[in-house]
């Protein structure tokens, strides 16, 4: 979806000032991001694949973890090549139209990556709290209805922030202190008021992250209080890892988003806001499909199978 630039800006491009400053980093970094792109890239096509291959996966948890490695995927690869080239080139230079697109897209799936990692706490809070209505609550209707409502946030959220973006205009300053262009650092730019911006990051934001926070922890007091309930000790020790994982990508995902917007944006806070965005914008998607696959035995039955057919030849 191309963004048409505006005629009263009189910015026509941008300059990513990229991750650090430091030339003598630049290579190392390229290699270090390069790495973590295919594995990223490997890790959440793979596990793509792999459900959509086995039948025995075609269950709700994996039906949500498919969307997330499919937002993972898309969302990577919307900044990603252009971080790559601000470590080659030193100059990371990004049209006015082509900024606004990336803003759009990498809003677009971090807002839809919020709602779907939601919809997996509730999946796990209707599979431990109430097992026995499991097949009648999540439904294939209502897994469909969840995951289009996670899109539907993010469409919204990126229409609102692209939209008031549009609005401002960028005189002379250019550069943009961060690897992709992302809402604050953009603020920043601006020779016009950005208090209608400052009020709908402050607003959107607030909802994107509060809300889900908000319905993943009490779904997890109810679970954890339905854990610490059931007798066996093989069941407790069960019931905690099939939580785990989703709790170990929930904290590295919302701790840093939150770390980076909740946060007053000033210079010096951008330049920590950098670091931590690293987190959410290239560790989580990378980790996501390592943390859901080595600590899950039916991804491990899948994999083994997969590779059985591949080695006599007959996949499909």
């Not at 980093?25 to 973590?36: G, V």
């Not at 793979?46 to 969307?67: D, K, Q, R, S, W």
């Not at 008021?193 to 997890?220: K, W």
């Not at 914008?281 to 990378?286: A, D, E, I, L, S």
Request: proline share 3%; net charge positive.
């Amino acid at each position: 979806m191309g963004l048409p630039a505006r005629n009263d800006s009189f910015v026509t491009e941008f300059i990513l000032a990229g991750l650090t400053g430091r030339p003598e980093l630049q290579q190392t970094l390229f290699y270090l991001f390069l790495i973590i792109y295919i594995i990223t890239l490997v890790g959440n096509l793979g596990l793509i694949v792999l459900i959509g291959l086995n039948a025995h996966l075609h269950t709700p948890m994996y039906y949500f973890l498919f969307n997330l490695s499919f937002i993972d995927l898309c969302y990577s690869s919307v900044f990603t090549p252009t971080m790559l080239m601000t470590f080659v080139s030193r100059k990371g230079v990004i049209s006015y139209a082509g900024c606004m697109t990336q803003l759009f897209f990498f809003l677009f799936f971090v807002i839809s990556e919020c709602y779907v990692l939601t919809s997996m706490a509730y999946d796990r809070y209707v599979a431990i709290c109430s097992p026995l209505l499991y097949k009648v609550t999540m439904s294939p209707w209502v897994c469909a209805v969840l995951s289009s409502a996670s899109y539907v946030m993010g469409l919204a959220g990126a229409t609102v922030h692209t939209g008031c973006m549009l609005r401002l205009t960028f005189c002379r300053a250019n550069t943009i202190n961060h690897y992709l262009c992302d809402i604050l650092p953009l603020l920043q730019l601006s020779c016009t008021s950005t208090f209608v911006n400052e009020v709908v990051v402050v607003v959107v934001v607030g909802v994107n992250i509060t809300l889900p926070s908000l319905t993943i922890l009490i779904s997890y007091i109810f679970i954890l209080t339905a854990i610490l309930h059931i007798q066996s000790t093989q069941g407790r020790s069960k019931a905690f890892r099939t939580c785990s994982s989703h709790i170990i990508a929930l904290c590295l995902f919302f701790g840093s988003a939150a770390f980076m917007y909740l946060k007053y944006s000033s210079p010096g806070s951008m330049d920590q806001g950098k670091v931590s965005s690293v987190f959410y914008t290239n560790v989580v998607p990378m980790l996501n499909p390592l943390i859901y696959s080595l600590r899950n035995k039916d991804v491990k039955v899948a994999l083994r199978r997969v590779l059985v057919k591949i080695r006599r030849g007959n996949l499909f």
